[in-house]
């Protein structure tokens, strides 16, 4: 009897134990997820310089003014078309995703065209654009490394005018200014490397209307009506890197 009583106790000691020891062992620790990389964030702001290369038209009105009564007798249009190099300087800063800067560029240009004059089918009336310049400012939004833009300013053309007689194709008479205007336009631009930027932009310049007096001075005078519009694709490089760079979080 005194056996059986001694096992009982040892069994109920036993099964007291178990829970305890259980209990007892030190909880699992706990890992956090690795951190999460974000990708890295372009930063447009800084100063940037490239160069350009596209194409153009200019369309051209002439009238002939009389010279004693001012009267205009149209003389018809053309378009001057042809290529174009160049290059451009300018900033932007960047505030969240907008974008805003300045820029000046300057283009060598090679736009020609003619056509008969309606008043006087003996002359043949040729126009050319040698060069031209834009000073913008920039207004953009951007998409991380993708910057939709619109810009607008001052523009400048220079410009030749010719008078050819025909059928003999012998020059009348010339005549050249420098006409200021203004411009609009639109691009659109990818940063392809930290540095780098590739994008197209179109212009429409606004050059109204002008009075030229030809050489030898008397022979004539026209009255020029010009708008130009251009199409461009530029390669910047721009000093800094990212900006922000990349950045880690957790989520």
């Known amino acids: 009897m005194k056996k059986f009583l001694l096992g009982t106790v040892g069994l109920v000691a036993l099964n007291l134990s178990g829970p305890a020891s259980a ?13 999460v990389p974000v990708a890295a964030i372009y930063n447009w702001t800084g100063f940037y310089v490239g160069i350009n290369g596209g194409g153009g038209s ?4 002439w009238d002939f003014v009389d010279p004693v009564t001012d009267v205009l007798f149209d003389e018809g249009c053309h378009d001057a078309t042809g290529g174009t190099v ?3 300087i300018g900033y932007r800063g960047q505030m969240a995703n907008w974008v805003f800067g300045f820029e000046g560029q300057g283009n060598w240009a090679n736009f020609k065209g003619d056509n008969i004059s309606l008043f006087d089918l003996d002359f043949r009336n040729r126009s050319r654009i040698d060069a031209f310049g834009l000073i913008t400012g920039h207004v953009g939004y951007a998409w991380n490394n993708l910057l939709l833009y619109v810009k607008g300013g001052a ?7 010719e008078s050819f007689r025909v059928p003999s194709g012998a020059l ?4 050249h200014e420098t006409r200021w205007g203004s411009t609009l336009g639109v691009g659109l631009e990818y940063g392809f490397a930290p540095n780098w930027s590739l994008g197209f932009e179109y212009n429409h310049l606004f ?20 708008d130009v519009d251009i199409g461009l694709v530029r390669l910047n490089y721009r000093f800094g890197g990212w900006g922000k760079g990349p950045v880690v979080g957790r989520y």
């Open 172 to 175: 009348f008479a010339d005549g």
């Open 155 to 161: 523009a400048v053309t220079g410009d030749r005018y």
């Open 58 to 61: 200019a369309h051209k009105c």
């Open 86 to 88: 160049g290059g451009q």
């Open 23 to 35: 209990a007892d062992l030190a909880a699992r620790p706990y890992t956090p997820p690795p951190p």
């Open 207 to 226: 050059m109204g209307d002008r009075d030229i007096t030809f050489n030898p001075v008397g022979s004539q005078i026209e009255h020029i009506r010009q």
